[in-house]
């Protein structure tokens, strides 16, 4: 078995990952181990939104993304027949 520890959390959110944990059949270690990994990795969406935002707003950076993305599409199956 991993090594745990222990986090103190209020009543109310131990209930509400007991009944997840029960619906979900997982251990709440488990659950829990879930549900930070699905909130790093929406942070990491919101952040590449905001940085793409940003870029749009630059007209000539987003030119050049849009030209180096041209480059790489025009790469796909190059060479390959289609399957």
């Known amino acids: ?3 745990t520890t222990t986090v103190r959390v209020r009543p109310d959110t131990r209930e509400a990952i007991a009944r997840m944990s ?3 059949g997982v251990p ?3 659950l829990l181990g ?3 990994a699905r909130a790093e990795e929406n942070e990491l969406l919101v952040a590449m939104n905001d940085d793409f935002r ?3 707003a630059e007209p000539a ?3 050049r993304l849009e030209t180096e993305r041209l480059g790489w599409e025009q ?3 190059d060479g390959l027949r289609d399957a």
Do not use: G
């Open 1 to 3: 078995m991993a090594a």
């Open 22 to 24: 029960e619906r979900r």
């Open 28 to 30: 709440a270690a488990e």
């Open 34 to 36: 879930e549900l930070v």
């Open 54 to 56: 940003d870029l749009k």
């Open 61 to 63: 950076s987003w030119r």
């Open 75 to 77: 790469t796909l199956l």
